[in-house]
C-alpha cells in the first residue's frame, strides 16, 4: 500500500466518521412519537395562525416572515416525523392528518411571506362576509 492509498483509506475513515446517523433519529422519532405530535401540532397552528394575524394587521415584513420562518420549521419538523413513519411503512389515518397539516402550514406560511397582499384580501373579503352574517343573524333576533 502506498502512500495515497493511505492517505485516502485514513480519510474516508474519517468521512465514515463524520456521517450522521440516522438510525438513531428514526429510532428517537418513533419512541417519542406522542410527545412529539404533541409538541408540534400545537405549534404548527399557532405560529401558521401567528403569520396570518399579522399579515391581516398589516405588521412590517420582518415580522410576518419571522412568525412564517418559526410556523415553517415546525411544519417541517412534522413532515420529516411523518415520513420517519412511512420509511419503515406505517400507513394509517394519523400520518396522513399528520402530513396534511404539516403541508398545509407549510404552504400557508409561504404564502404569507411570498403574497402577503393576495392573503390580506382573502381576509377582508372573509371578514365582511361575516359582518354580514352578524348582521343578518341580528335582524332575525
Not at 433519529?25 to 403569520?51: D, G, K, M, Q, R
Amino acid at each position: 500500500m502506498n502512500v495515497r492509498q493511505t492517505r485516502l483509506s485514513a480519510h474516508c475513515t474519517h468521512f465514515y466518521e463524520l456521517m450522521f446517523d440516522f438510525s438513531n433519529l428514526l429510532e428517537f422519532s418513533h419512541h417519542y412519537c406522542v410527545a412529539i405530535c404533541a409538541a408540534l401540532v400545537p405549534a404548527n397552528v399557532l405560529a401558521t395562525l401567528c403569520a396570518i394575524v399579522l399579515v391581516g394587521l398589516k405588521r412590517p415584513v420582518v415580522q410576518v416572515w419571522q412568525a412564517s420562518g418559526l410556523g415553517s420549521v415546525f411544519a417541517l419538523l412534522m413532515v420529516l416525523h411523518v415520513l420517519t413513519w412511512f420509511i419503515i411503512g406505517v400507513v394509517m389515518l394519523p400520518t396522513f392528518v399528520l402530513l396534511l397539516l404539516g403541508a398545509s402550514c407549510l404552504s400557508i406560511n409561504l404564502w404569507a411571506v411570498l403574497h402577503p397582499g393576495s392573503m390580506r384580501k382573502l381576509l377582508v373579503n372573509l371578514s365582511r362576509r361575516v359582518q354580514v352574517l352578524r348582521a343578518s343573524a341580528a335582524s332575525l333576533s
